[in-house]
Protein backbone atom coordinates (compact mmCIF):
# COMPACT_ATOMS: atom_id res chain seq x y z
CA UNK A 1 0.00 0.00 0.00
CA UNK A 2 2.73 2.80 1.15
CA UNK A 3 4.67 1.65 -2.23
CA UNK A 4 2.61 4.12 -3.81
CA UNK A 5 4.01 6.93 -1.95
CA UNK A 6 7.06 6.18 0.86
CA UNK A 7 7.45 2.65 1.77
CA UNK A 8 9.38 3.77 4.99
CA UNK A 9 5.97 4.95 5.81
CA UNK A 10 4.14 0.67 6.01
CA UNK A 11 4.82 0.56 9.36
CA UNK A 12 2.55 3.16 10.47
CA UNK A 13 0.06 2.47 8.47
CA UNK A 14 0.44 -1.04 9.33
CA UNK A 15 0.01 -0.13 13.41
CA UNK A 16 -2.92 2.33 12.01
CA UNK A 17 -4.79 -0.47 10.65
CA UNK A 18 -3.92 -3.38 12.99
CA UNK A 19 -5.76 -0.85 15.95
CA UNK A 20 -8.06 1.00 13.46
CA UNK A 21 -6.65 4.34 15.23
CA UNK A 22 -6.57 7.08 12.65
CA UNK A 23 -2.38 8.10 11.58
CA UNK A 24 -1.59 11.80 12.66
CA UNK A 25 0.54 13.33 9.52
CA UNK A 26 1.25 16.29 7.68
CA UNK A 27 2.32 14.15 4.70
CA UNK A 28 -0.54 15.04 2.29
CA UNK A 29 0.50 11.67 0.07
CA UNK A 30 -0.55 9.78 2.71
CA UNK A 31 -3.49 11.96 3.89
CA UNK A 32 -4.91 11.61 -0.17
CA UNK A 33 -4.28 8.06 -0.37
CA UNK A 34 -6.16 7.12 2.58
CA UNK A 35 -9.11 9.57 1.73
CA UNK A 36 -8.78 7.97 -1.86
CA UNK A 37 -8.66 4.41 -0.56
CA UNK A 38 -10.52 4.63 2.42
CA UNK A 39 -8.29 2.06 4.11
CA UNK A 40 -7.66 4.52 6.92
CA UNK A 41 -7.53 7.96 8.19
CA UNK A 42 -4.87 10.30 8.47
CA UNK A 43 -5.21 13.71 9.80
CA UNK A 44 -3.03 16.67 9.60
CA UNK A 45 -2.37 18.39 12.49
CA UNK A 46 -5.42 21.15 12.23
CA UNK A 47 -7.97 18.16 11.72
CA UNK A 48 -6.36 16.35 14.40
CA UNK A 49 -6.84 19.80 16.84
CA UNK A 50 -10.59 19.56 15.46
CA UNK A 51 -11.36 16.11 16.33
CA UNK A 52 -9.32 16.91 19.91
CA UNK A 53 -12.06 20.37 19.88
CA UNK A 54 -15.35 17.76 19.44
CA UNK A 55 -15.71 17.79 16.13
CA UNK A 56 -17.44 15.21 14.14
CA UNK A 57 -15.35 12.57 12.33
CA UNK A 58 -17.71 12.87 9.38
CA UNK A 59 -16.77 16.71 9.10
CA UNK A 60 -13.65 16.17 9.90
CA UNK A 61 -13.63 14.03 6.70
CA UNK A 62 -14.86 16.18 4.22
CA UNK A 63 -12.91 19.09 5.42
CA UNK A 64 -9.87 16.72 4.62
CA UNK A 65 -11.33 16.24 1.34
CA UNK A 66 -11.79 19.51 0.55
CA UNK A 67 -8.55 20.77 1.39
CA UNK A 68 -6.10 17.46 -0.29
CA UNK A 69 -8.66 16.11 -2.80
CA UNK A 70 -9.64 18.92 -4.76
CA UNK A 71 -7.60 21.51 -6.50
Given at each position: ?????????????????????????????????????????????????????GANINE????????????
Amino acid sequence: MAKQFDEKDTPFIALALKLNIPIWTNDSKIIEHGLKTGNYLALDSESLEDLLKGANINEIKQKLEKKYLQT
